[in-house]
């Protein structure tokens, strides 16, 4: 079983095949029991699916586990694996479901598991949003702008999301064997855009958008990125701190008050308002 190929939506970014990676990285920091880093260096562990060595920031090798079930190895190599290498290219690797709205500007919906994200993306879908990425999202900055990257063409919805949305999950492939979990098709951006909006969703029983000023902005904005206790363990600080205070700049950083508490559609309702 091969997983060769290129990175999704990282130009020039490669995946390698391996039948057997290093135990251990030399003069590695432990960024926890299964991970290990250098400053251009990262390994880790997922315990009987696969090992993953990130290198440079252009390339992921993978040794899957025997038996492993490939989704599962994707799952974590286009995710965890995927984000760290964006990390060490010094970009922003946001832990976000990010949709280009009907104007034009990119949105990024962050927030903890279980918030909903991806049920309200793709409620947002269904009024003519195009998905960009799910789970996690490259943010890169080019002349003077900040730029979500597309990568994903698919949400992964658990079943009763699934149902509220009339989804019917029958030939859908899951995301993981035993998991009640589908990989849904959306319609996709093809090429990176501006973004306009970070939208962090927060579970509390009321429901409020929230504009943030800018320094609360980019602290949500860093709250709001993949594994960020990784980034001091990649020296990476900086390139962090600097792409964090130029895209609380530029866009329009806000909290969403109410998530699972109301239904998709009207948390999609608010953002819609607020992103005109």
């Not at 949003?129 to 943010?139: E, G, K, P, Q, Y």
């Not at 597309?150 to 989804?167: F, M, R, V």
């Amino acid at each position: 079983m091969s997983f060769a190929g290129m990175v999704p939506g990282v130009l020039g970014a490669t995946i390698r095949d391996a039948s057997r990676l290093p135990e251990h990285l030399p003069n590695a920091t432990r960024v926890d029991p299964w991970t290990e880093a250098t400053p251009e260096t990262l390994l880790f562990t997922v315990p009987g699916i696969a090992r993953y060595l990130v290198e440079n920031g252009t390339t992921i090798t993978v040794e899957p586990a025997p038996d492993a079930p490939r989704n599962a190895v994707e799952l974590f190599l286009h995710g965890s694996a995927r984000g760290t290498l964006i990390h060490q290219r010094g970009e922003l690797p946001l832990e976000a479901t990010t949709l280009v709205a009907p104007n034009g500007g990119a949105v990024a919906l962050s927030g903890f598991s279980g918030s909903g994200k991806s049920t309200i993306a793709a409620e947002l879908c269904r009024r003519g949003w195009s998905l960009i990425s799910d789970d996690i999202t490259r943010v890169t900055w080019a002349r003077g702008r900040a730029l979500a990257w597309p990568s994903h063409d698919a949400l992964k919805l658990w079943k009763d999301a699934c149902n509220s949305l009339e989804i019917n999950t029958e030939a859908l492939p899951r995301v993981r064997e035993g998991l009640e979990k589908f990989q849904v098709k959306m319609p996709a951006a093809s090429a990176p855009t501006v973004l306009r909006a970070v939208i962090r969703l927060q579970i509390v029983k009321y429901l409020r958008m929230v504009p943030l000023p800018a320094d609360r902005g980019a602290l949500t904005i860093s709250e709001s990125t993949f594994r960020w206790r990784q980034i001091a363990a990649l020296r990476r600080q900086k390139d962090h701190e600097t792409i964090v205070q130029q895209t609380a700049r530029l866009c329009r950083v806000m909290i969403l008050n109410g998530a699972r508490e109301y239904s998709a559609a009207i948390l999609a309702d608010h953002i819609a308002r607020a992103v005109p």
